[in-house]
């Protein structure tokens, strides 16, 4: 989630260049960084329904997104070797929402467009068709398959229906 490893693998080649006593910093940094990527995980809870798809994490201060199937235009998912993954989600033009609100449950790099994403899911196949699946029950014919982006197993675009795009 915070690229811990990276960190972990950078802290003996500061050891080396800059000596013991930063070295012991990292390792102050490298802890802290562990707990919050931990306290993260704890609070943050993920919520589908047939409406709509609800984030709720924060871990002094709880935020949540609500977002409704219709402003979701792409469900991806990318699939770990063990199943688990993360789920992100392209939303429709618009009123964006701000990359350091959703920070870190959102997808890295994509800051002119930020992604809502579902971190660390288990059976992330599963997770991400539910989304598509709630909008095919309500709206038949509204989903369409696209192809996947790189890295990415699954996607899916929710198209708008006959009556939505025709402004009824």
Not at 92 to 99: D, E
Not at 114 to 134: C, K, N
Request: hydrophobic content about 55%; charged content about 10%.
């Amino acid at each position: 989630m915070l690229h811990i490893r990276w960190v972990a693998l950078y802290l003996p080649v500061q050891t080396l260049v800059a000596g013991v006593p930063l070295f012991v910093l990292g390792l102050a940094v490298l802890a802290a960084c562990a707990g919050f990527a931990w306290a993260c995980a704890r609070t943050a809870r993920y919520t589908i329904t047939n409406e709509r798809c609800m984030l709720s994490f924060g871990i002094a201060l709880t935020a949540t997104l609500s977002m409704p199937l219709r402003r979701i235009a792409i469900v991806s998912v990318a699939l770990r070797g063990d199943g688990t993954g993360d789920v992100p989600m392209a939303l429709k033009p618009g009123r964006a929402v701000a990359f350091l609100k959703l920070w870190p449950h959102v997808r890295p790099w994509q800051f002119r467009q930020p992604q809502p994403m579902l971190r660390g899911i288990e059976d992330a196949a599963h997770v991400a068709a539910l989304p598509s699946q709630a909008v095919e029950a309500v709206s038949p014919g509204r989903l369409t398959a696209i192809p996947a982006h790189p890295g990415v197993a699954l996607a899916a675009s929710l198209a708008p229906t006959t009556s939505a795009a025709a402004g009824g």
